[in-house]
């Protein structure tokens, strides 16, 4: 069974720092792009950033550029996302996804399996 598992959220100050890990376990991990997304309480679901099989590629969404970076370890079959300067509109519930022989696709439509999610939460 694929199942990420999102860890490393909590609640932290405007201006502070995080690290989100997601751990893929089931599946060929290097065959797939993973990607993170959010949800804040009221919205829709968002994309924030994406890295392609080899961790060469990556895509983020306009408003966490040069905030947030995505990176991957094969070897361990973790994907994470390391979020700096962080903003109350950051708070919500971040997602991991696994796109099988995907790209770095924004669509979260073309990702195959999710995660359960994991809370973050910024105070101003």
């Known amino acids: 069974q694929v199942r990420p598992v999102e860890s490393g959220g909590g609640l932290v100050q405007a201006g502070g720092s995080l690290r989100l890990s997601c751990a893929a376990s089931?599946?060929?991990?290097?065959?797939?792009?993973m990607g993170w997304f959010r949800q804040a309480p009221g919205k829709e679901r968002e994309f924030v950033a994406a890295?392609?099989?080899?961790?060469?590629?990556?895509n983020y969404a306009d408003s966490v550029k040069g905030r947030f970076t995505i990176s991957r370890d094969n070897a361990q079959n973790t994907v994470s996302l390391r979020m700096i300067s962080l903003k109350p509109e950051d708070t919500a519930v971040y997602y991991c996804?696994?796109?099988?022989?995907?790209?770095?696709?924004?669509?979260?439509?073309?990702?195959?399996?999710w995660g359960q999610g994991t809370q973050v939460t910024v105070s101003s």
């Open positions: 089931g599946l060929t991990f290097s065959r797939y792009a």
């Open positions: 890295v392609n099989w080899s961790g060469r590629s990556t």
């Open positions: 996804a696994a796109h099988l022989y995907g790209s770095v696709s924004s669509d979260q439509s073309e990702y195959d399996y």
